[in-house]
Antibody, heavy 122, light 110 residues
Framework: EVQLLESGGGLVQPGGSLRLSCAAS????????MTWVRQAPGKGLEWVSS????????YYGDSVKGRFTISRDNSKNTMYLQMDSLRVEDTAVYYC???????????????WGQGTLVTVSS | QSALTQPPSASGSPGQSVTISCTGS?????????VSWYQKHPGKAPKLMIY???KRPSGVPDRLSGSKSGNTASLTVSGLQAEDEADYYC??????????FGGGTKLTVL
């Protein structure tokens, strides 16, 4: 059974940093691209960032480009999201998700974690 | 980039059919066959319902179907059931290695 478990969320001040982790199990991790999606309170879903199975390719939404860095450690079956220069508008539940078909990013996400809440506030 | 346009709400009675639209442009929905639909219940993780415009992942009932015409993709839910009540989001590839969600549609089963 595929399991994705996010961790690392919490309260941080504007301008601060946080690193989210997504621990994966139940599938061959390096064979699948992975993605972070967020949902701000009362708002819709927003694509944040994606990474290919090999980590050779990374992609970012405009609102986080230059501030967030996605990475993965295939030896640890874990994906990360380093979030720097955090803003109040980054407050959201952050979900990690697995690609349906393989190592390339298509945003066809068939398995999701339960999410971790990031709150940016002074 | 603006979000893809979805109606804020849609509704239907049990057994009826409802179609939710997702309108973009030639730069996203109209330019690629990479439109997916997600169902989201409050407090739960999203669930993939349709990918590549028309394909259903295993386990998704054939009451759900996807289509596209020009710059508008659509999700049709036939034979509405109480458990279909949820928020639905489309997402499309928007070129230059970027993807864009729609604003979401709240589906109410009357």
């Amino acid at each position: 059974e595929v399991q994705l478990l996010e961790s690392g969320g919490g309260l941080v001040q504007p301008g601060g940093s946080l690193r989210l982790s997504c621990a994966a199990s139940g599938f061959t991790f390096f064979n699948y691209a992975m993605t972070w999606v967020r949902q701000a309170p009362g708002k819709g879903l927003e694509w944040v960032s994606s990474i290919s199975g090999s980590a050779a390719s990374t992609y970012y939404g405009d609102s986080v480009k230059g501030r967030f860095t996605i990475s993965r450690d295939n030896s640890k079956n874990t994906m990360y999201l380093q979030m720097d220069s955090l803003r109040v508008e980054d407050t959201a539940v952050y979900y990690c998700a697995k690609e349906l078909t393989g190592p390339y990013v298509l945003i066809d996400l068939d398995s999701w974690g339960q999410g971790t809440l990031v709150t940016v506030s002074s | 980039q603006s979000a893809l346009t979805q109606p804020p709400s849609a509704s239907g009675s049990p057994g009826q059919s409802v179609t939710i639209s997702c309108t973009g442009s030639r730069s996203d929905v109209g330019g690629y066959n990479q439109v997916s639909w997600y169902q989201k219940h409050p407090g739960k993780a999203p669930k993939l319902m349709i990918y590549e415009v028309t394909k259903r992942p295993s386990g998704v009932p054939d009451r759900l179907s996807g289509s596209k015409s020009g710059n508008t993709a659509s999700l049709t839910v036939s034979g509405l059931q109480a458990e279909d009540e949820a928020d639905y989001y489309c997402i499309s590839y928007a070129g230059s290695n970027s993807w864009m969600f729609g604003g979401g549609t709240k589906l109410t089963v009357l």
